[in-house]
């Protein structure tokens, strides 16, 4: 066990006396599946070393050897929760790579699936948020509301979290009977019930005492740091893949992007709430404009070959955009898949907001990094 | 999607040849042979203006030392040698706008001897650049018994342009292999710290069963 030289990078430290290292993680609630290690003095941060890689599962790896079609089920673990979000960068890639042109309905449904996921995904994370900063109420509501979209998500695609529900090609099935209405009659519910949310939470002055110029992002440092999603939108950025660079059919869509300017943990919390309202309204439009019939998948041959070459393609995801890089060598299988997730992107900013910072706010700006550890470790 | 009008004039032949199955549109000139090519020539000039204009920047700027590997909509694609990436990635950051680096991905190629590095730049700033994503790709020497950090798998890291590629290298270091002088924290990231076998992402280290 015992190893003669160090890695490089890897030094032995004397202790301290008035500097004390403290693990928070990898058990420990409040952190997720890392360890961040964090250096006290009294109880202010003066260092902060995060280290990811607990729930390291070599995706990237396994990719290489399942063809197209195969990766879709095990590429979406990274985030169950957002799974629709995670595979819509591969399935475009792969598209690409294989020449698939998809129906114009498959596009609609995906976009629909997309932001249904997206505020799934956020009402999860809303429900960890609240729970702590110690505010049980906000645990429960989201927790129960989110049930509401999970259900659709379950007419959609007969599954509740990993629905495996995009595919190079299309989508695997199309809608049930009656959909329309259900889905309509569901989603303009839970954007009443998203709006009580301000009430007890967004316009609570213990959170807003909490949470408010706790972990200063400027808009510099969001730049320079190359943070995604909420966090860089927080901070005065406005960058949204699905405005800037529209796929599928965002642009035909009807929507805005909140931006806010403070970069705290509170503009950072309030961007995700933000966003779902928006999706709602993504929802209904879609619903509207979404041809009534067709085909919605392309018949794939079995084991295509993608092209010579490499694609990269990039969404908004719950959390930021989301980018998949593939490398084909003609060869039904990848010869490598490479996604740059934003919760990896995100964890730059970690060390950056906690220094200087007291103990005590760390899992309010943890956890409004909007950061998803199995994500980052992939 | 319609990447076909983009491609190098010695594709054209294979491009065709999949134009018939699986590209509707471009399927109808196929009848006639002869047309298809002075229609294929008059798509050649359709390369998108912009990424062009870019691409060109950087080739008249760097000369040889560049080679551009394709230009699609929205996407450019640059070769670099592995001493003039740090360059190129300046001149891409002070003259081009580009202020960060959206994802590193190092792949391997045994039968090159090589080890790819693709960095994939984007813009906040520049309104004009928020479509684009500029790849650098470089290549390293690749050693068959790799020792991390103490062999001759190499790259200047590019933390002094763009701040934001710090844990991407890192995770590039222990996923491949490759060590990236200049960067301040050449630790592990995600693997054990008593990972004691190949770089995982290697085409050499198997996964077991398969």
């Known amino acids: ?378 | 999607m319609s990447s076909d009008p983009e491609k190098e004039p010695i594709e054209k032949k294979s491009e065709e040849q999949k134009s018939s199955e699986d590209k509707p549109a471009a399927a109808k000139p196929t009848p006639k042979p002869a047309a298809t090519k002075p229609a294929a020539k008059k798509e050649e000039p359709e390369l998108p203006a912009f990424e062009k204009g870019l691409a060109d920047k950087i080739t008249e700027k760097f000369g040889e030392k560049t080679t551009v590997s394709y230009v699609k909509p929205d996407r450019i694609g640059i070769k670099v040698g592995k001493d003039d990436l740090h360059d190129v990635a300046e001149f891409a950051r002070d003259v081009l706008n580009y202020d960060h680096v959206e994802s590193v991905a190092g792949v391997d190629y045994p039968s090159d001897k090589e080890i790819e590095v693709v960095y994939h730049l984007s813009s906040y700033t520049d309104p004009t650049l928020s479509r684009q994503v500029l790849e650098l790709a470089t290549r390293a020497q690749r050693e068959e018994d790799p020792i991390p950090g103490n062999d001759a798998t190499k790259l200047k890291s590019l933390r002094d342009v763009f701040y934001s590629v710090e844990f991407h290298e890192r995770e590039v270091f222990e996923m491949l292999g490759v060590y990236f002088e200049g960067h301040p924290d050449n630790r592990r990231l995600l693997l054990p710290e008593d990972w004691a076998d190949l770089p995982p992402l290697r085409k050499d280290f198997r996964i077991k069963g398969r």
């Open chain 1, 1 to 378: 066990m015992s190893s003669p030289t160090l890695p490089p990078g890897l030094a032995i430290q004397k202790a301290d006396e008035r500097i004390m290292t403290l693990n928070v993680g990898p058990q420990h609630p409040g952190s997720g599946h890392m360890r961040i290690v964090v250096q006290i003095d009294g109880d202010q941060i003066v260092a902060c070393d995060p280290d990811p890689g607990y729930v390291h599962r070599g995706e990237e790896k396994m990719a290489e050897y399942r063809n197209y079609t195969l990766n879709v089920p095990h590429l979406e673990r990274p985030v169950i929760h957002d799974s629709c979000n995670i595979l819509y960068p591969y399935v475009l890639a792969s598209e690409e790579l294989l020449g698939l042109e998809i129906p114009e309905r498959a596009k609609y449904i995906r976009v629909i699936a997309s932001e249904l996921n997206r505020c799934i995904y956020i009402q999860y994370w809303l429900a960890i948020y609240g729970i702590f900063l110690g505010h049980s109420t906000m645990f429960m509501w989201p927790a129960g509301d989110r049930e509401l979209l999970i259900d659709l998500m379950e007419k959609m695609t007969g599954a509740r979290v990993t629905h495996s529900y995009f595919i190079p090609g299309g989508i695997r099935n199309d809608l049930p009977a009656n959909f329309e209405d259900v889905c309509l009659r569901q989603v303009n519910y839970f954007e009443k019930r998203i709006k009580e949310y301000a009430d007890v939470f967004y316009e609570n002055p213990i959170l807003i005492s909490r949470t408010a110029n706790t972990g200063v992002l400027t808009r510099e440092n969001a730049i320079r740091l190359g943070t995604t999603g909420s966090v860089l939108r927080a901070s005065g950025i406005d960058y949204d893949v699905r405005k800037k660079e529209p796929y599928d059919v965002y642009d035909e869509l009807d929507f805005e992007t909140p931006v806010l300017k403070d970069g705290d943990s509170y503009a950072r919390s309030r961007i995700p709430w933000l966003d779902m309202m928006e999706s709602c309204r993504i929802i209904r439009d879609a619903l509207q404009k979404m041809p009534k019939s067709g085909s919605v998948r392309v018949k794939l041959k079995p084991n295509p070959k993608g092209e010579l070459g490499s694609v990269y393609k990039r969404i908004e995801s719950g959390r930021g955009a989301l980018g998949c890089y593939i490398v084909s060598d003609k060869k039904p299988e990848p010869y490598r898949v490479k996604l740059s997730v934003p919760s990896f992107r995100n964890l730059i900013a970690m060390p950056h907001l906690l220094i200087g910072e007291k103990l005590g706010n760390m899992p309010s700006i943890y956890w409004s990094l909007n950061y998803w550890p199995v994500e980052a470790d992939r």
